[in-house]
């Protein structure tokens, strides 16, 4: 399974808007400059997010988008199935061989497990301390 930019970006968008939970809204132009991405391509991404109800918009000048629970309580896998779908390595259902069957499931089963247990605090606090770049997870 390969995460596309809808799924990378995604993550910065929720990682953004988790930075700044209880601060009030966040516009998507600010997420934009800040992480140098088309402004146009993260209003595509938040839509979904949005009908997922993990994020709510705010009308007004000082609108923009908010988590609609604590960043503990939203998890990567969360947000990487609105944008990329369901997680599979690949299609496996018609696999005829069990044995590969087999190591499909355990290699969807472990993706989940890594992005299921992984919430956006976790995510930012490895952020702030300085550990992201260092942050490598294991499959």
Known sequence: MKISTKGRYGLTIMMELANRYGEGPVSLKSIAQKNDLSEHYLEQLVAPLRNAELVKSVRGAYGGYILTKNPVEITAGDIIRV??????PVEF???EDPAKRD?????????SEVLDSTTLQDLISYQDNGL???YMFYI
Request: glycine residues 4%.
């Open 83 to 88: 944008l990329e779908g369901p997680i599979s």
């Open 93 to 95: 259902e018609e696999e």
């Open 103 to 111: 190591l499909w499931l355990k290699i969807k089963d472990a993706i």
């Open 132 to 134: 992201m770049d260092s």
